[in-house]
């Protein structure tokens, strides 16, 4: 692709980009005993986005055609102002996340290998007689990203390249006619030597060991009680109890109305800060640019407490009478960009994790958080709760299944009142408009003093 045939575009608006992506990946599927499902395959394309007055014009085109391009341009810049083009001198900056081993340097049989070796680790641990189904899934994605933009005549260009990895195991264990699951997950923004870090086989025994263990658990108890989130929990609560509510554009649309006008004011404890931040090394919602152009930074969300900003892109940015904070991100070049989270976490505060387990006499510990449901206009959420055990005397009791955390986002933030010295994260993919992207979630163990516990 020649760039400078196709940078003239880049003249109608108040903004105009064009996005291009080559991607290639494989994810292979492995369940009872044997591969289930390979899909392996490449892609490319760009997309083309010109803003004037608050509307937005966007398409996209698959393949790198630049005929294509200028006809998509012609229709899409209808009607809008012409600017004098801006002055594009030099090279395209070219940044590249680190990467010890290409995953598609691999063989195919040392993937599957790792694949059947951490079935058969599932399948051996105590108990095994009780297991009914492993599900595993490897998934390998390149991205190399050209973003060119000019907005009220400044214009910026890069070039990144993204490697993500992941792996999950998902075990099903049955007994009595009552089924448990249970799943681990390991993902980076990395090369195969993802698993130089985390052992598959070791994951899968993890996930394997937990879903036997809730079979032989009692029923969660149900009511009000203190609740702590361990590290290992992984900030689930924290992305989907305030991460999607600082997203600019449902504050202005008024689909999340919690926080809107509350910069500057109290939101939460005195010992909570709440960061999200695309340049953490290695971390899966990781980038160096957004997928505007934005340079990525840190981003103080709350800070000791106070509602400090809001995750922009550039439109929402643009409404709101100020720069974007780099948090436009899209699933492919055929999507729009719109404000998302990266690497969301609290902060690690003053406390001691042990000294916060002893301090609750009866309560509920969270170890592993599942999936839930956040209302993003009042900030209810219930969750289920993957890992869970009941706390006596300050002490670890058992383990029980079926817990749910039951709560109002605001209002737990508020209440919590020790936050941990540690921190422990996640890893998943995060769904807003039909799009996907990867992330990761942290926090250090916290304590909740009373949340409502609901049961089977």
Known sequence: MDWKKIIPLLTYGDYSEIYSEESSGLHISYEDMKIEEVESGESSGMGLRYVQDGETRFGHLDGWDEEGLKHLSQGLSEGLKSLPPADWKGAVPHFRHPVLVDPASVPMDAKVKILSDADRSARSVEGKEWIRQVSISYGERSKKIHCFSVEDQAHSCYHEERVFMVFAVTVVAEKDGILQTATEVAGSLCGFELFEWENPSRIAAVAARRAIQKLRSPPAPVGEMPV?????????????????????????????????????????????????????????????????????????????????????????????????????????????????????????????????????????????????????????????????????????????????????????????????????????????????????????????????????
Not at 254 to 269: D, R
Not at 422 to 435: A, P, S
């Open 228 to 456: 702590i989130l361990e590290s290992q929990a992984g900030g689930t609560m924290i992305h989907e109890a305030i991460g999607h509510s600082l997203e600019a554009d449902g504050i202005q649309k008024g689909i999340s109305p919690v926080y809107a006008g509350k910069i500057g004011t109290v939101v939460a404890s005195e010992k909570i800060s709440v960061f999200d931040d695309p340049t953490l090394p290695s971390h899966r919602g990781s980038f160096l640019f957004d997928d505007e152009g934005t340079k990525a930074e840190r981003t103080v969300l709350v800070e000791r407490g106070v509602l400090k900003n809001f995750l922009y892109d550039r439109i929402t940015a643009r409404k709101d009478g100020r720069p974007s904070n780099g948090h436009g991100r899209r699933e492919s070049y055929s999507h729009k960009p719109i404000p998302r989270m990266s690497n969301t976490f609290v902060l690690s505060g003053p406390d001691d994790p042990q000294e916060i387990l002893r301090s609750v006499q009866e309560g509920l510990l969270v170890r592993r958080m599942g999936g839930g449901q956040v209302n993003p206009v009042t900030g209810d959420f219930v969750f289920e709760v993957e890992e869970g055990y009941l706390l006596r005397g300050g002490q670890i009791q058992t383990m029980v299944r079926g817990a749910s955390l039951l709560g109002n986002g605001p209002q737990v933030l508020r209440t919590i009142d020790l936050v941990g010295k540690d921190m422990g994260w996640g890893v998943g993919t995060c769904g807003k408009d039909g799009q996907g992207v990867p992330v990761s979630d942290g926090q250090p163990t916290l304590r909740i003093p009373k949340l409502l516990i609901g049961g089977q």
